[in-house]
C-alpha cells in the first residue's frame, strides 16, 4: 500500500501509512522482545546469562542484531511488492522516498527493540515486559505533544522526515544514540548480575 501512493506520487498518503504502522510497532517489538532475557528466568535458568564464560556484550549484541534480522526480512517481502509495482508501471518510481523511508523505518525499530531488551533484561515475566515495552514505547509517540523538549526521546516524532525523502542528520544520531544507549545499559545491568552471582 505504501509504494502504490509513493508511485501515484502521494507523499503525504505514504507518510499517513508509515504513521498507521508505527501504532502497531510498539506491539510488534513488544512480542519480539519480551521473551530475550526472561525466559532464561522463567525456566529456572537465571544462572545461565551470569555463570556463562561468553562475553555478555557478545550474548546481547547476538539477540539484538537477531531481533534487527526479523525487521530487515519484513523490508525484503516490502521491496517485493515495491519491485512488482515498479515492473506494472514500466519505471522505477521514487525509490529515493521508499529507501529513505525504510532506513527512517529501521533506524526507529532499532530503538524500540533496543528499548524492548532493556525492559525484558529488568523483569522475571514476559508478559509484564511485554505490556510495559509496548506502554512505554506508545506513550513516547505522544510526548511532543505535551512539550516539544521530549521530542528527543520520541522515535516517532524523529522519524517524521524520512517519508519525504530527507535523511535527516540530528534525527539519524539521535536514533542511534538511543540504540547505543539501551544496549550499553543492557549490557551493564547483566554483567552486574554476573559479579553479584
Avoid: D, H, W
Avoid at 523511508?101 to 526507529?108: D, E
Wanted: proline share 3%; charged share 10%; with cysteine.
Amino acid at each position: 500500500m505504501l509504494y502504490t501512493y509513493i508511485i501515484c506520487g502521494t507523499v503525504e498518503y505514504s507518510t499517513l501509512f508509515f504513521y498507521i504502522i508505527q501504532e502497531l510497532l510498539p506491539f510488534t517489538i513488544a512480542i519480539l522482545t519480551m521473551g530475550m532475557f526472561t525466559q532464561k528466568i522463567n525456566n529456572k535458568e537465571e544462572t545461565i546469562l551470569p555463570t556463562t564464560s561468553k562475553n555478555i556484550a557478545v550474548i546481547v549484541l547476538g539477540k539484538f542484531l537477531s531481533a534487527v534480522a526479523v525487521i530487515l526480512i519484513t523490508f525484503a517481502f516490502s521491496l517485493i511488492y515495491y519491485i512488482i509495482l515498479c515492473i506494472f508501471a514500466g519505471k522505477i518510481t521514487n525509490i529515493q522516498t521508499v529507501l529513505t523511508t525504510l532506513i527512517g523505518f529501521l533506524l526507529v525499530s532499532m530503538s524500540y527493540i533496543s528499548f524492548g531488551m532493556l525492559i525484558s533484561s529488568l523483569t522475571k515475566n514476559q508478559i509484564v515486559a511485554g505490556v510495559v515495552t509496548a506502554i512505554l514505547i506508545a506513550l513516547s509517540s505522544y510526548l511532543p505533544n505535551i512539550s516539544l523538549m521530549f521530542s528527543i526521546i520520541s522515535p516517532a516524532y524523529l522519524f517524521q522526515k524520512y517519508p519525504y525523502g530527507i535523511i535527516a542528520t540530528t534525527e539519524s544520531i539521535t536514533l542511534i544514540l538511543q540504540t547505543l544507549m539501551f544496549i550499553t545499559i543492557t549490557i551493564l545491568l547483566i554483567n552486574k548480575r554476573k559479579i553479584q552471582k
